[in-house]
């Protein structure tokens, strides 16, 4: 597919197109060599979280980042110094005044928060390093993680703001006065015009502000950029303080953690989805780029963006319940007592959940087992869909089976293997003292295992040693007919492991009578995995098949125990119905009533998966 094609790129080059002669705003002079900028210029980019670009117009023109380049410094502080010490030396609370006004917090002298210059300047000192050269490199390494490659200065317009920047240096001394910069703060202060004067493009804002969105590593060098505790950190400033004056009516209307800089940059950050970014220099009365805002406000509108919009209802973590009479364990069991199971059965409930499992969701998970627990024996939690689980959902759902546990129900977990996100949190927050909790590989096997359990709770019964008159498959025989079947039958016994029939055999045209011991039939999976069928124990038949006259067969069938059997080929079959065909016309009959009973299961399980 080509990506001019794509229903984003032409949405973005839609915008851009309707926003390209809006003509409001003008380009900045108070440093005078970002006057030189083309007041056209206009870019839009997204970078997904995946790392996928969609870019439009002047995407890869250079200009300075100025302000944008604050948040990245904030996240660098945090990450190295921690957030107490950033804490006590820049505050996070919005000013309502002027992003270079001398705003500082009348107690302690601390800046209110780090979008303002003087915030920023504070924060620019707090990067580690020992000398303003350390620092400086940190700066670099940093800023060039966040655009994903090397970025340089311009030092035209490092030169212009540093010979100009009269108030900023006042600020700087504020800052001294107060105890917030440690030693000189004029290099302090020129590292910060050129953490300013940083050439980026519109494409490496987009990225900046995806890391942002991908839990602060960037989405193409997988590197982290921001420690993941502290993004929530940098998006709240963002969200509360990033827009210059404006940051109130911005987040009541875009409710995106945005960050504009008086180039015409911005950023905005829709977290764990996609970062935006616009370029665009001419400026409103706040200094916020004006088509940079239009494009926000209306793709916030039309995509419905505001972080504070989104609802996503936690009963979506469950896609489906179902028990174990709509789909039983693959073991087969003598008549009497799968009858004995269906009474029971609609007591073993299967949980599956599915994607992001936080603590709302798995509440709703909690709650719903708990409606259920008097009509329920076991639960089985099924985590295969689960793409993420939060240590506090992990910790409810610990809770709920220690509580049910000790009910005297079961709660299992199913399908773990392969999701270590799920794995990793659970054991985590494994509560002191606890056993552990019983994980099975597949549904089949929990359910089975569900199944036992309800069964042994009843009186035990020895499973029949298979005699000829009792396989239904030669239900309503007459003695006669009986002997002579029993003429025909050859005793076949096998150790445990063995393979009875394997997939694909051509030659082998006998039918199997269990008289004891217990069989599995296996379908191997493209991928090499075994799927189980169906397990058997005495007084059961398997391979019926080549009495249909179909010639390969199409399961293997392995020994789980020592298997005593008796096998009649169906050769032998067709001989006897020569002189008996009643025989023959009998066994068919038992045969399609078993298969009608499975056809009947089969469609009651596709009716369950298709819900
Ligand atoms: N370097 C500029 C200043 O301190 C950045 C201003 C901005 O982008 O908000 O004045």
Same mark, same amino acid.
């Given at each position: ?157 490092? =030169? ?63 590197? =982290? ?35 504009? $800089? ?6 905005? @950050? ?120 939060? /240590? ?12 049910? +546990?000790?009910? $005297? ?64 498959? *030669? ?32 030659? /082998?045209?006998?039918? *199997? ?7 599995? +039939? ?23 098949? @080549? ?65």
């Amino acid at each position: 597919m080509s990506p001019t094609t794509l229903p984003l790129q032409r949405y973005l080059a839609a915008l851009h197109e309707k926003y390209r002669t809006m003509d409001a705003g003008a380009v900045t002079t108070y440093i005078p060599e970002l006057a030189k900028a083309d007041p056209n210029w206009f870019g839009i980019c997204v970078v997904t979280t995946d790392g996928y670009a969609y870019a439009v117009g002047d995407s890869e023109v250079p200009f300075t980042i100025q302000s944008v380049s604050k948040p990245a410094i904030y996240a660098a502080a945090l990450a190295d110094r921690g957030r107490g010490p950033v804490l006590r030396k820049v505050g996070v609370e919005p000013s309502g005044e002027a992003f270079n006004s001398i705003s500082l917090d009348p107690q302690t002298g601390a800046p209110l928060n780090p979008m303002i210059n003087a915030g920023a300047i504070a924060t620019t000192g707090l990067v580690a390093g020992a000398t303003a050269a350390q620092q400086w490199e940190r700066i670099v390494e940093v800023m060039s993680n966040f655009c994903g490659r090397p970025v340089t200065v311009d030092e035209d317009v490092y =030169r212009s703001e540093s010979e100009t920047g009269f108030r900023n240096r006042a600020i700087a001394w504020m800052l001294k006065n107060f105890d917030v910069i440690d030693g000189d703060p004029m290099p302090v202060l020129e590292n910060y015009f050129r953490q300013c004067s940083i050439q980026v493009t519109c494409l490496d804002l987009a990225f900046m502000a995806a890391t942002l969105a991908n839990g602060g590593v960037h989405p193409r060098t997988g590197k =982290r950029t921001v420690p993941a505790d502290e993004v929530q950190s940098v998006l709240s400033i963002m969200a509360t303080c990033g827009m210059y004056d404006y940051a109130g009516s911005w987040l009541y209307e875009v409710g995106l953690p945005a960050k504009s $800089g008086v180039s015409g940059g911005v950023i905005a @950050v829709m977290p764990g989805r996609f970062g935006l970014a616009i370029f665009s220099p001419r400026l409103d009365e706040n200094g916020n780029s004006v088509r940079g805002i239009a494009v926000c406000q209306q793709m916030s509108r039309e995509f419905g963006l505001h972080v504070f919009g989104v609802s996503v209802s936690p009963s979506l973590v469950l896609s489906r319940v179902f028990t174990a009479l709509e789909v039983p364990s693959r073991r087969l069991r003598p008549p009497p007592v799968a009858a004995r199971l269906r009474q029971v059965a609609s007591r073993i409930k299967c949980y599956c959940l599915q994607g992001e499992v936080a603590f709302d969701g798995a509440e709703f998970v909690v709650r719903s087992l708990m409606q259920a627990t008097p009509e329920s024996d076991s639960f089985i939690l099924d985590m295969h869909r689960v793409s993420y689980l939060a /240590d506090s959902a992990a910790w409810l759902l610990h809770d709920v089976r220690q509580l049910l +546990v000790a009910q $005297g129900k079961a709660v299992v977990f199913s399908r773990i293997r392969g999701r270590a996100v799920v794995e990793a949190a659970l054991r985590r927050t494994l509560p002191e003292g606890d056993n552990g909790y019983l994980s099975f590989e597949d549904n089949d096997l929990a359910l089975e295992w569900c199944e036992e359990r309800l069964l042994s709770a009843e009186a035990e019964t020895s499973p029949p040693e298979g005699t000829v008159a009792g396989f239904p498959l *030669f239900s309503g025989m007459s003695e006669r007919a009986l002997t002579l079947l029993r003429e025909r039958l050859r005793s076949m016994d096998y150790p445990a492991g063995a393979i009875i029939i394997s997939s694909g055999e051509e030659e /082998d045209d006998r039918v *199997f009578f269990l008289r004891e011991g217990e069989v599995s +039939v296996v379908l191997s999976l493209a991928d090499g995995s075994h799927q189980r069928l169906a397990t058997l124990s005495a007084g059961m038949s398997f391979g019926e098949m @080549v009495m249909l006259g179909s010639r390969a067969r199409s399961a293997s069938v392995h020994a789980d125990t020592p298997v005593r059997s008796w096998t009649l080929s169906a050769r032998a079959l067709d001989e006897l119905a020569v002189d008996h065909p009643e025989i023959k016309i009998a066994i068919l009959k038992n045969l399609s009533l078993d298969l009608a009973h499975k056809l009947r299961q089969a469609n009651q399980l596709i009716g369950v998966l298709a819900a």
